[in-house]
């Protein structure tokens, strides 16, 4: 299994910008893929960005353009830099790892953009 630790969450401004970090420990070496996730109240859980253990990239619409997800191998940590963002990204953001073994979840991180 593998446990995961999200940080960077808060409230922004539309058109600014946070970065979501999310540490990994356990076993890791297992990991296929990373991702983030979001869910906005009274809404199904939905893929934000993901990455792979090859560095391939894949993304929503919604965020294309504005979120980059990056990977630290050496610090075990996968990011989320989210730049001009709209109130319609206000979710609980979780990671996610995903291996043929399991799948894990962090504890979710909340990110609200309001003025």
């Known amino acids: 299994q593998v446990q995961l630790l999200e940080s960077g969450g808060g409230l922004v401004q539309p058109g600014g910008s946070l970065r979501l970090s999310c540490a990994a420990s356990?076993?890791?070496?297992?990991?296929?893929?990373m991702g983030w996730y979001r869910q906005a109240p009274g809404k199904q859980r939905e893929l934000v960005a993901s990455?792979?253990?090859?560095?391939?990239?894949n993304y929503a619409d919604s965020v294309k353009g504005r979120f980059t997800i990056s990977r630290d191998n050496a610090k075990n940590t996968v990011y989320l830099q989210m730049n001009s963002l709209k109130p319609e990204d206000t979710a609980v953001y979780y990671c996610?790892?995903?291996?043929?073994?399991?799948?894990?979840w962090g504890q979710g991180t909340q990110v609200t953009v309001s003025s």
């Open positions: 996610n790892a995903y291996s043929i073994a399991f799948i894990s």
């Open positions: 356990g076993s890791i070496f297992s990991i296929n893929v």
């Open positions: 990455i792979t253990q090859g560095g391939s990239t």
